[in-house]
C-alpha cells in the first residue's frame, strides 16, 4: 500500500482516536464551573508518525455548545494564528480550521511553547493561548508493522524517550479497545487484565503511542472543558492471534 493511502486511512482512524482517547486526560471534569452557553474550543498541535514518515498538523474546532466527539452547530472565526506564521483557515467539508500541508512535512520543534492566536467575531470571543509541544516523540520499534503476535506474549518496544508518561491505545476497527499509560522508559508488556475485552479476539490492531500535552481554555467566553493539545502520536497495526 502506498504511503498516500495509509496516511489517508490513518488520518481518519486518528480522527476517531483523538476524540476517544486524547480526550479522557482533559484537566477538567463534570464538577468544574462551566461558562453556560458559551463557545467551547479544541485546538490540536499535533505531529503523526506512520511507518517510515512523519507529518504535522494544526487544527481548531469551535462549536456553540459542549461538543467533545464530534460538532454538532460547527462555528468559524476570523482567523486562527499559531506563533505569527500558521494560518489555519477555514475548511467547509470537515467544518474546521487547519492548516494546509502536504503530508510528510515536519515543521513543529520539540519542547516549544506554541501561541495561539483566535481573532474573533459577533460569534466566537477572541482568545490568546499558549501550550509547549512535547519534549520529544517516542516512536514504536516493535512490533513492526503488520507483524504476527500472540496474546499470550505481547510486548511493545519504543525509542526515543524523554521520561513521563505516554499512554498506548490498542483497537480494532473503530471500536473502544484499551488505554493503557505507563512510563516513558521504553518497554511495555500486556498483562491479562489490561488486555480485557479484546483478549482472545484474534484479528488486525491498531497500535498507538501518545505523547501530549493538554491544558484547559481559560478565556473569557469559552467553555472551561474545552482544550488546548499538542501531541506526537505514533502508529502502526498488527495481527493478533
Given at each position: 500500500m502506498s504511503f498516500s493511502k495509509i496516511l489517508l486511512l490513518s488520518l481518519i482512524l486518528i480522527f476517531l482516536i483523538c476524540t476517544i482517547f486524547v480526550n479522557c486526560e482533559s484537566p477538567t471534569n463534570e464538577n468544574t464551573d462551566v461558562n453556560n452557553g458559551s463557545i467551547y474550543a479544541l485546538i490540536d498541535i499535533e505531529r503523526l508518525?506512520?511507518?517510515n514518515n512523519s507529518s504535522d498538523?494544526?487544527?481548531?474546532?469551535f462549536d456553540s455548545i459542549y461538543a467533545p466527539d464530534t460538532s454538532i452547530t460547527p462555528l468559524s472565526a476570523d482567523s486562527v494564528i499559531i506563533n505569527g506564521s500558521y494560518n489555519l483557515e477555514w475548511n467547509s467539508f470537515f467544518e474546521i480550521h487547519n492548516y494546509s500541508n502536504t503530508p510528510g512535512q515536519s515543521y513543529l520543534d520539540y519542547g516549544t511553547s506554541y501561541n495561539v492566536v483566535i481573532k474573533g467575531n459577533e460569534f466566537i470571543p477572541d482568545m490568546n493561548t499558549s501550550i509547549n509541544f512535547p519534549a520529544c516523540f517516542p516512536k514504536l520499534d516493535q512490533p513492526s508493522i503488520h507483524d504476527s503476535i500472540s496474546f499470550n506474549n505481547f510486548f511493545i518496544e519504543?525509542?526515543?524517550?524523554?521520561?513521563?508518561?505516554?499512554r498506548i491505545v490498542i483497537m480494532?476497527?473503530?471500536s473502544t479497545g484499551i488505554v493503557v499509560v505507563?512510563?516513558?522508559d521504553g518497554y511495555y508488556e500486556f498483562t491479562s487484565k489490561d488486555l480485557g475485552p479484546i483478549n482472545g479476539n484474534k484479528g488486525t490492531?491498531?497500535?498507538l503511542m501518545f505523547k501530549q500535552n493538554i491544558?484547559?481554555?481559560r478565556s473569557e467566553g469559552y467553555d472551561n472543558r474545552g482544550l488546548v493539545r499538542a501531541y506526537c502520536l505514533s502508529h502502526i497495526l498488527v495481527n493478533l492471534f
Open positions: 508518525h506512520v511507518g498538523y494544526l487544527r481548531a474546532r519504543w525509542y526515543n524517550s524523554c521520561g513521563g508518561i505516554v480494532q476497527g473503530d505507563t512510563d516513558d490492531y491498531s497500535i491544558a484547559a481554555i
